[in-house]
């Protein structure tokens, strides 16, 4: 299978401060990757669709300048929280596809806010 | 929204088969079935999926039933390491696809 790699796998951040994560597809190029967060003993949420090269796409309820996406390249989208507070303490997971609809996904960035 | 949907729970004796339902009432017939499992503070990995056919892979097997309302995967020899929590999802594939998750299965492995 493909391989998505996502960095840092935890952070810790003081309250007001940004945070960026990253998300890469090792061995295949993505078009499109996902983002989603994930609160404790809750399912998947998604955030938004990072398009390579064009703006990303927002789920209903996400704060597109809070939840800052690049997508500058075919391998690598990121995702910047902007002035955190700790009620953004999530974890954080991007997925990628190859097409087909099978997705990869990343281990995860466990955000703490304190 | 998830459009499937799972019993919240199930545990399973170590070595035995486990069977996990899920319920597609409202496919359309050109969505597959999906099936990941999350284990605890990991991202969801992609164990198998299938169209109208059963489908088998070193992972698990895939029963899909003739009308496409239900799916079953079953683990044919449950491990400890098998614990997770899984979710079946209903995915047209045209591209790149966002998954919409639902509450999923927590199986437990008991040893």
């Known amino acids: 299978g493909a391989v998505v790699s996502q960095h840092p796998s935890w952070v810790i951040c003081k309250s007001g401060t940004s945070v960026k994560i990253e998300c890469r597809s090792l061995?295949?190029?993505?078009?499109?990757m996902f983002w989603y967060r994930q609160f404790p003993k809750q399912s998947l949420m998604l955030m938004a669709t990072?398009?390579?090269?064009?703006?990303?796409?927002?789920e209903q309820g996400v704060e597109k300048d809070k939840f800052l996406i690049n997508h500058a390249s075919l391998t690598l989208s990121t995702l910047t929280v902007t002035s955190a507070h700790p009620e953004d303490s999530s974890f954080y997971i991007c997925?990628?596809?190859?097409?087909?609809?099978?997705?990869?996904f990343g281990q995860g960035t466990r955000l703490t806010v304190v | 929204d998830a459009k499937t949907t799972q019993p919240t729970s199930m545990d399973c004796a170590e070595g035995r088969a486990a069977n996990l339902p899920c319920n597609h009432s409202?496919?359309?017939?050109?969505?597959?079935v999906y099936w990941y499992r999350q284990i605890h503070s990991q991202g969801p990995q992609y164990i198998i999926h299938?169209?109208?056919n059963n489908e088998t892979n070193e992972m698990a097997s895939l029963i899909i039933t003739e009308d496409r309302k239900s799916s079953t995967l079953i683990l044919p020899h449950a491990t400890l390491r098998d614990t997770a929590v899984y979710y079946c999802?209903?995915?047209?594939?045209?591209?790149?696809?966002?998954?919409?998750f639902g509450t999923g299965t927590r199986l437990t492995v008991i040893p």
């Open positions: 997925s990628a596809s190859k097409g087909k609809g099978e997705a990869f």
């Open positions: 061995d295949f190029q993505a078009t499109t």
């Open positions: 990072s398009n390579e090269g064009s703006k990303a796409t927002y």
């Open positions: 409202t496919i359309s017939g050109n969505e597959y």
């Open positions: 299938g169209l109208k």
């Open positions: 999802i209903d995915v047209i594939q045209t591209g790149a696809n966002n998954l919409f």
